[in-house]
């Protein structure tokens, strides 16, 4: 998802309890493009992709806040509802800082992390990263499955912004022999290694090599850029082919994880702001799974938790797995043994 979409509670004993939406992301909050919803209205979203009320990308400048600000206290809203990446946690906390300035921003927010780049703080996993990771390692099984019998290198190319969770994690779950992350970056000397291992495992036997990279490993370092040069490299020891997935990952049915994941989240911020909406000092903040247990991060926390000239989290749980993908890229111990290797 590109950016959040919407959904507004308003809360009173007097008008009940009611939903309203705001479609294309901030665009449609800016536009005052509301709904009211019910239970029939999302009937069948649950096991479906794709996102029914639409998301927009946008930077909110000054006159936004304002126009924000009456449409919020024209539908008498108490409490806001974001879904979506950073740059819905981003209008969220601008929001935030201007409460002072607008009083009609004094009302609880909740993010709710839903991005497949699985880069947010806060959260372990975002809901539509593991349906994306399902789809890359569906690609890249039949991939190999259609390699079987040739000697060929497969250079695919996953997506996932400047996170490399994807791309690490579908190496893992796929055996790829190499796996390139915009955390680690690419050097020529790593090219200049990942070449003789290809050269020395064809020549003995290997018939098929699987090397992922996600999309913002390197910008010079290109998919097709290490396609060529694996494939003059390889010459008549194997061939060469790319896949760049694209939007494929973005694409299908939701895992049973999301479906499970997305509800029982959404369930805990509603909860969240009908508490907070009672408080004479509302908080609003982010919700992730962490360690095992749904948590909220105070929103005023989370600028410090997020590298906003990398745009990934400082801390990244999953890196701790790079060396099993390391050992598992390395020659066997007969293979170096045989070269002289201790």
């Not at 479609?23 to 239970?39: P, Q, S």
């Not at 990263?129 to 290198?153: F, G, H, M, P, Y």
């Not at 190499?178 to 495992?201: N, Q």
């Not at 990244?316 to 390391?326: F, G, K, V």
Request: glycine share 10%; proline share 4%.
């Amino acid at each position: 998802m590109n950016t959040a979409v919407r959904a507004a509670v308003r809360l009173g004993e007097d008008r009940g309890h009611s939903m309203i939406v705001f479609t294309n992301g901030f665009k449609g909050l800016i536009n005052n493009e509301a709904e009211e919803v019910n239970w029939m209205s999302v009937n069948g979203w649950a096991p479906v992709g794709g996102s029914f009320l639409g998301t927009s990308r946008v930077n909110l400048k000054g006159s936004d806040f304002y126009t924000i600000a009456r449409n919020l206290e024209e539908h008498r809203l108490d409490g806001l509802l974001i879904i979506g990446g950073w740059s819905g946690y981003k209008a969220a906390m601008e929001m935030h800082d201007r409460r002072h300035n607008f009083p009609a921003f004094n009302i609880p927010m909740i993010c709710l992390p839903a991005t497949i780049d699985n880069d947010l703080p806060g959260a372990e996993l975002s809901v539509g990263a593991d349906t994306a990771l399902n789809s890359i390692v569906e690609a890249v099984d039949k991939i190999k499955q259609s390699a079987v019998a040739s000697r060929r290198v497969f250079v695919v190319e996953v997506m996932g912004s400047n996170c490399g969770y994807l791309a690490l994690m579908g190496a893992l779950a796929t055996g790829a022999e190499r796996v390139y992350l915009p955390e680690e970056g690419v050097s020529l000397k790593d090219l200049r290694s990942d070449v003789k291992k290809l050269l020395d495992g064809f020549k003995r036997g290997k018939r098929l090599g699987v090397m992922l990279r996600s999309e913002r490993a390197n910008e010079t370092y290109t998919t097709a850029f290490m396609s060529a040069l694996f494939e003059e490299e390889g010459k008549d020891v194997f061939d060469v082919r790319q896949a760049i997935l694209g939007h494929i990952q973005q694409g299908g049915n939701p895992s049973p994880f999301d479906r499970i994941q997305a509800t029982r989240l959404a369930k805990k911020c509603i909860g969240f702001i009908e508490e907070q909406a009672e408080s004479e000092e509302p908080y609003s903040a982010c919700i992730g799974l962490l360690s095992g247990r749904y948590r909220f991060t105070n929103l005023e926390d989370v600028p410090r938790m997020f590298d906003e000239q990398a745009l990934r989290p400082k801390k990244q749980w999953w890196l701790e797995l790079r060396p099993i993908a390391h050992i598992l890229s390395q020659p066997g111990a007969n293979f170096n043994k045989q070269n002289g290797d201790e």
